[in-house]
């Protein structure tokens, strides 16, 4: 199994116009609006991702909290090894998404949302239209 890799990081925000505005500027890029109430930047290797919950998407329990992305080469695996270790959640299936990343949820015991998705679907922008 090769190393999961970080590749998108989400923070909440409560207004995505003024979000997107101020990491424009801040980081003088546009960006790119993925969803209604979610906007990406590229911050070289990992997506920063800017999301207003409540407006058409659901993040799911603990929406609040920030989400860490890890790409890996297979789901059953780090599932099995999440239960083990004792994660506060770990999902019972892995979800196909509607952006086409194929995935699944879990908290850490602190909390902490993770997302593993497997390394061939993840979506970083571009090509996704609702």
Request: hydrophobic share 35%.
């Amino acid at each position: 199994m090769t190393e999961p890799r970080i590749y998108r990081l989400t923070i909440p925000v409560s207004d995505i116009e003024r979000a997107t505005s101020f990491y424009s500027g801040i980081l003088e890029s546009p960006g790119e609006r993925v969803w209604r109430n979610r906007h990406y930047f590229r911050c070289g290797a990992v997506v920063l991702a800017c999301v207003e919950p409540g407006a058409g998407d659901d993040l799911g329990p603990g929406s609040e909290a920030r989400v860490i992305y890890f790409a890996v080469d297979a789901l059953d695996p780090i599932m099995q090894r999440l239960r083990q270790a004792g994660a506060g959640h770990v999902d019972d299936a892995v979800q196909e998404q509607a952006w086409g990343e194929r995935s699944f949820y879990a908290q850490d015991p602190f909390g902490n949302r993770l997302c593993f998705v497997h390394e061939s679907t993840t979506y970083t922008g571009g090509d996704f239209t609702e």
